[in-house]
């Protein structure tokens, strides 16, 4: 298996924490011990042995999202879910063949091809992807060795939501050639506590989801997978048992603590999303070289850059030296004519001040001169 370096977390890495105004990162503050309703003193510091995963978690979210034991598998983290996915269904060296979306969150295109898989891509409409997603094209990329087809809804960068017509589509032409949907779902609680799963759907899809976006918890590094198939819930099971065995018993405890009381925490989570984005969207529309694309759901869209000679990545960089302030750069995702632009969690005052300077940069001109 190849290990190619990903830019966009290296970059993130280097930077998030670091930059005084933060425009770029996607998920929701962090909550408290009072939010959690728990103290450390209560964290047990060993994880259960259970090969099915933490019993206790695994039962809370059979509960949450309407699935049974047996459909749902657990990993450190989304993006560590994907992985067990990949290497459940790919053989590496194979000739196994993968559908992805782009523009597209880079672990997701790149997980599979560290398998050697070949990665064919549909490119998603609309300036960062926020079109609607053909189903037609992705239909029309199936072949008899396709074994994986990545989506993410809410899509990133853009926020935008595959409507549930389209997923079932999906899943039974992906289901006809032996081929499984993953979706990645971890914005879908912005869009409410009843927002369903994308794997309620059809047996071939598996939605992926975790504790890090709307609960605020990245650090905790709990993910899941849901599917109806149980054989393939027992694939990625496994292959979990060869990577970490069991997930860290304090991370597990907060998680289902945070997951308890999850009503409480996506409402925290969405409180004060309509009034930021209603401040991101009026500052844009006094602008003749900006256009932003607001999300179906989430704390994020898409900053579409229409000044000739801007693109995300050199706008990024000056915004970082010369206006302390981060966006992330959209060649990242796979479109460098724009820029993911992260509004929630901020206070009006940092909101407004981040704008302020991101028009200051813009002003600057391509090279950094007055325009």
């Not at 209560?42 to 206790?56: I, M, N, S, V, Y």
């Amino acid at each position: 298996m190849r290990h190619p370096d990903l830019a966009y977390l290296s970059w993130a890495r280097s930077l998030y924490g670091r930059v005084r105004l933060d425009l770029a990162s996607s998920n929701a503050p962090s909550p408290d011990w009072v939010d959690l309703g728990v103290t450390p003193d209560e964290l047990p510091l060993l994880g259960g042995d259970h090969r099915a995963g933490p019993p206790e978690l695994v039962e809370l979210l059979g509960q949450i999202y309407g699935f049974g034991s047996e459909q749902v598998a657990c990993g450190p983290g989304a993006s560590g879910v994907m992985a067990l996915i990949s290497r459940a269904l790919l053989t590496p060296g194979g000739d196994d063949h993968v559908i992805c979306e782009t523009p597209v969150y880079e672990p997701l295109r790149a997980v599979p091809g560290a398998m050697a898989a070949e990665v064919t891509f549909v490119r998603r409409p609309g300036p960062g992807g926020s079109g609607r997603l053909d189903p037609g094209e992705i239909v029309a990329a199936l072949r008899p060795t396709t074994r994986l087809v990545v989506l993410t809804s809410p899509h990133n960068p853009s926020g935008r939501r595959i409507p549930p017509s389209t997923l079932q589509a999906l899943g039974e032409a992906a289901a006809a050639v032996g081929a499984v949907v993953v979706v990645d779902e971890v914005y879908l609680d912005f869009a409410g506590v009843d927002a369903p799963p994308a794997a309620t759907l059809s047996p071939a899809i598996v939605s992926v989801n975790s504790v890090t976006k709307v609960f605020g918890l990245g650090g905790l590094r709990v993910g899941w997978a849901l599917c109806q198939d149980q054989a393939l819930i027992r694939r990625i099971r496994a292959a979990f048992l060869h990577d970490s065995v069991n997930l860290p018993g304090p991370s597990v405890a907060l998680a289902s603590q945070a997951l308890r009381r999850r009503d409480l925490l996506v409402a925290r989570a969405r409180e004060g999303l309509p009034n930021a984005l209603a401040v991101v969207e009026a500052w844009a529309a006094q602008r003749d070289d900006v256009v932003f694309h607001a999300p179906d759901a989430g704390a994020m869209g898409w900053l579409e850059l229409r000044r000739p000679g801007v693109t995300g990545r050199p706008l990024a960089e000056r915004l970082i030296r010369d206006f302390e302030t981060l966006v992330a750069p959209g060649d990242f995702f796979g479109d460098p004519c724009g820029v993911r632009l992260g509004y929630g969690g901020r206070s009006p005052g940092v909101l407004h001040e981040a704008l302020d300077r991101i028009g200051a940069a813009l002003d600057a001109g391509p090279t950094g001169t007055p325009g």
